[in-house]
């Protein structure tokens, strides 16, 4: 079930208060329009009346796709800090909801994997990435992958990450977001082959990078910055 809800915050640019209606849930599957809208990044979109500065609003939402198996937990960015707490909250709350719905319910939901996601920027990844067909688990490790490959050119834009956006004659491309405030620094286009690395590095890398296959904070984030943002 989709529910708006009353949000407030401040503009990131000048810091003037905004009030209006958001979504603290959504269902994919009742409401593609608003799929379309995370798809396309224009979800929630909003000019400051202030400034005029066009934003996306942060704060919790749940994303559900009983079609897809998706249970996706928005974070706003500023609760990154907390997702050793926050993370395994999400994982129970499945595993409740499961045990508690009705034999359909429940069936609707075996097989589901919940993510754990931090801002606007990253739900509209895991939901694109979903929609690509992309395994994302393969797409965390492309990213560590390519950190390690271009680490001195990635560095210069400071504490990042990456974050999926689209494919380029073939190349999956990601922006460069600023941690932790988000700002969207650039893009880098992962090389063709870095998906095949992945793939045959699949079993080592599970062992060395478990949470990525195992949690729901599945992002190649945890791993380069822990919690000291």
Same mark, same amino acid.
Do not use: K
């Given at each position: 079930m989709s529910? +708006?809800?009353? @949000?407030?915050? &401040?503009?990131?640019?000048?810091?003037? =208060?905004?009030?209006?209606?958001?979504?603290?849930? *959504?269902?994919?599957?009742?409401?593609?329009?608003?799929?379309?809208?995370?798809?396309?990044?224009?979800?929630?979109?909003?000019?400051?009346?202030?400034?005029?500065?066009?934003?996306?609003?942060e704060h919790p939402m749940l994303f559900v796709s009983h079609v897809r198996r998706l249970w996706i937990v928005m974070h706003p960015?500023?609760?990154?800090?907390?997702?050793?707490?926050?993370?395994?909250?999400?994982?129970?709350?499945?595993?409740?909801?499961?045990?508690?719905?009705?034999?359909?319910?429940?069936?609707?939901?075996?097989?589901?994997?919940?993510? +754990?996601?931090? @801002?606007?920027? &990253?739900?509209?990844?895991?939901?694109? =990435?979903?929609?690509?067909?992309?395994?994302?688990? *393969?797409?965390?490790i492309a990213k560590l992958l390519t950190i390690r490959r271009n680490l001195p050119a990635l560095m210069a834009y400071g504490p990042f990450e990456l974050c999926f956006e689209r494919f380029d004659d073939g190349n999956p491309v990601c922006a460069i977001h600023a941690l932790p405030d988000g700002a969207r620094l650039g893009e880098f286009a992962l090389a063709r082959d870095v998906f095949a690395e992945a793939v045959a590095g699949r079993s080592l890398m599970q062992q060395r990078f478990p949470a990525l296959f195992e949690r729901a904070y599945a992002s190649a984030t945890r791993y380069l910055i822990g919690t000291t943002l």
């Open positions: 529910q +708006l809800g009353p @949000g407030t915050g &401040m503009c990131p640019r000048c810091q003037a =208060a905004w009030s209006s209606a958001v979504f603290s849930s *959504l269902d994919a599957d009742t409401i593609p329009a608003q799929v379309d809208a995370i798809l396309d990044g224009t979800f929630e979109l909003r000019a400051c009346t202030a400034c005029a500065f066009e934003f996306r609003p960015l500023t609760d990154r800090r907390e997702y050793t707490t926050l993370e395994p909250a999400v994982e129970a709350t499945v595993v409740h909801e499961i045990v508690m719905a009705a034999p359909l319910v429940g069936d609707r939901l075996h097989g589901v994997r919940p993510r +754990l996601v931090f @801002g606007q920027h &990253m739900l509209t990844e895991a939901v694109r =990435a979903v929609w690509a067909g992309l395994d994302t688990n *393969l797409l965390e």
